[in-house]
């Protein structure tokens, strides 16, 4: 096995909170992302509250999910928010024209979010149409949706079902407005972002946050013209960055399983990226903002790979193995390192879309080793970060290279300490010496994920494959603790 060091600082000089919106999920109408993965109608035989899949209502209450993003992605930019309320048998049937022309009946609309979110748990992250709708008729939504009784607007939602207001946390203006958006110019964006956010308004007791559209990867172009014009209109700024190859030709070739060891470091190692992603937008947002006012916000995140065969290349339906479990706790100590400015993400996308937490077919749902990950961060939620320092050996298969150990280690709500490790090695373990500096906890347990093989997922027939198991080998000796991964694991450890 090959040996790796961490030292954790249990009493850093300042304190950083690790939000809990950066456990966000996302949820486009897009494919069975909504219909089928999360509404299938009252009627359905499949169990259900309301028309929710039942399953996976609890799936996400278990997690404490922070906040949903809804309606989209591209499809916000197309979405007129009329079509979606009243009678569901009075609701026009429009065309999905970003994925695959199939045909959208409107049957989740906005108050079937509210009351999804409600029952969840989760705040409300709504993404509003800029590219092709016009600042009233964003602003009429926030009123349908948060004003108090009294007003038409309040009004026609109570008829509609719901005489209380709702919450709104997060206001997205635009999605992508670079590409789907719009194809805007960063500067005609910029302005247009002020113009929305001076109208896209809900009672200033809901505190949302304005979240401007933000750019891909590391266009720091865009972050810069952003942040110089519209900086003092928003409290937000998104970030696109998908583990995915950069060339869409190469998109095809990349397989959620049945890939070697030159693949599974190929994908980690573009998971990695988003620490120099992150660490190059922070850059010029301090440059603007200096105090961090405005958050960073990564509303689009995971794993991108080839469809699976046999389903629709347009609905984005992809297998998940141990490598996106992976790629999501190696994610998380990333947003961790960079938590100050890092205030929100949204892994794209919550069910039977890209790096899913959940797959359904008919009645059946499996949680996905995805699911697992954030199942066994949950407890990190809006803990502080305790400063962590990795001292790991590279792995190197073709030409890609990833470090071994990922790690990151917070104090909770509850006052436990909690310490991720990951092993990314596919076939060794890691014996790790932790130091724990400024900690007086004595007592250490745990739980671990990992899987037979590099592409181990869960399956209908197999629906437990890959889940957390508890971890006992952790030995913890005044303030040294050692512990040894095995291949291809995340380690989850509570120390009291
Ligand atoms: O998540 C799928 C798509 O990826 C979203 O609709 C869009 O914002 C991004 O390009």
């Given at each position: 096995a090959a040996a790796d060091h961490v030292t954790i600082d249990?009493?850093?000089?300042t304190k950083t909170v690790l939000d809990r919106h950066i456990f966000g999920q996302f949820s486009e109408q897009l494919g069975r992302g909504i219909e089928?993965?999360?509404?299938?109608?009252?009627?359905?035989?499949?169990?259900?509250?309301d028309g929710f899949r039942r399953d996976v209502v609890e799936g996400l209450k278990a997690l404490h999910v922070s906040d949903i993003r809804w309606p989209?992605?591209?499809f916000a930019d197309e979405?007129?928010?009329?079509?979606?309320?009243?009678?569901r048998d009075r609701r026009p049937v429009r065309t999905n024209t970003n994925w695959g022309d199939t045909t959208e009946?409107?049957?989740?609309?906005t108050q079937e979010f509210m009351r999804f979110t409600a029952l969840v748990g989760a705040d409300r992250y709504l993404a509003v149409n800029l590219g092709s709708a016009s600042p009233s008729e964003g602003a009429e939504w926030l009123q349908y949706i948060?004003?108090?009784?009294?007003s038409t607007l309040a009004n026609e939602r109570s008829t509609n079902g719901d005489p209380q207001p709702w919450t709104v946390s997060m206001i997205g203006i635009g999605n992508e407005l670079w590409g789907?958006?719009?194809?805007?110019e960063a500067g005609y964006a910029a302005d247009l972002t002020r113009r929305y956010a001076t109208f896209l308004k809900v009672p200033d007791s809901m505190h949302a946050l304005k979240i401007a559209s933000g750019p891909y990867g590391d266009d720091t172009a865009w972050t810069e013209t952003m942040m110089r014009h519209a900086s003092d209109q928003i409290d937000g700024l998104s970030l696109h960055f998908y583990t995915?190859?950069?060339?869409?030709?190469?998109v095809a070739k990349s397989?959620?399983?049945?890939?070697?060891q030159t693949d599974w470091t190929r994908v980690l190692s573009m998971a990695a990226q988003m620490d120099t992603v992150l660490s190059a937008q922070e850059r010029v947002m301090d440059k603007y903002d200096p105090s961090r006012r405005v958050a960073l916000i990564v509303d689009e995140w995971g794993t991108w790979y080839?469809?699976?065969?046999?389903?629709?290349?347009?609905?984005?339906f992809q297998q998940n193995t141990i490598r996106d479990a992976l790629v999501a706790s190696t994610t998380f100590d990333i947003f961790a390192r960079h938590a100050a400015r890092v205030r929100g993400a949204n892994i794209?996308?919550?069910?039977?879309?890209?790096?899913?937490l959940f797959l359904t077919d008919g009645a059946t749902t499996i949680r996905t080793p995805t699911y697992w990950a954030f199942d066994l961060y949950k407890?990190?939620?809006g803990g502080s970060v305790l400063p962590t320092r990795v001292t790991t050996h590279r792995l190197t298969h073709g030409s890609w290279s990833i470090e071994a150990l990922s790690a990151s280690a917070v104090r909770g709500r509850d006052g436990v300490v909690r310490l991720a490790l990951t092993?990314?090695?596919?076939?060794q373990s890691d014996a790790v010496d932790v130091s724990l500096s400024g900690l007086s906890e004595r007592n250490v347990s745990g739980r671990i994920l990992t899987g037979p093989a590099m592409d181990a997922r869960n399956t209908a027939?197999?629906?437990?494959?890959?889940r957390p198991a508890p971890f006992e080998s952790a030995v913890l000796s005044g303030n040294a603790l050692q512990v040894t991964l095995p291949p291809r694991s995340v380690v989850m450890l509570e120390l009291r």
């Open positions: 249990g009493a850093p000089r089928d993965g999360i509404w299938v109608g009252p009627d359905s035989r499949i169990p259900n509250i989209g992605g591209c979405y007129h928010w009329r079509d979606g309320i009243g009678p009946d409107n049957a989740f609309g948060t004003a108090p009784h009294g789907c958006g719009g194809t805007m995915m190859p950069k060339d869409w030709k190469h397989h959620a399983t049945g890939f070697d080839e469809p699976e065969p046999g389903t629709n290349p347009h609905w984005l794209a996308q919550m069910v039977n879309v890209l790096q899913a407890n990190d939620q092993n990314t090695d596919p076939e027939e197999h629906p437990d494959a890959v």
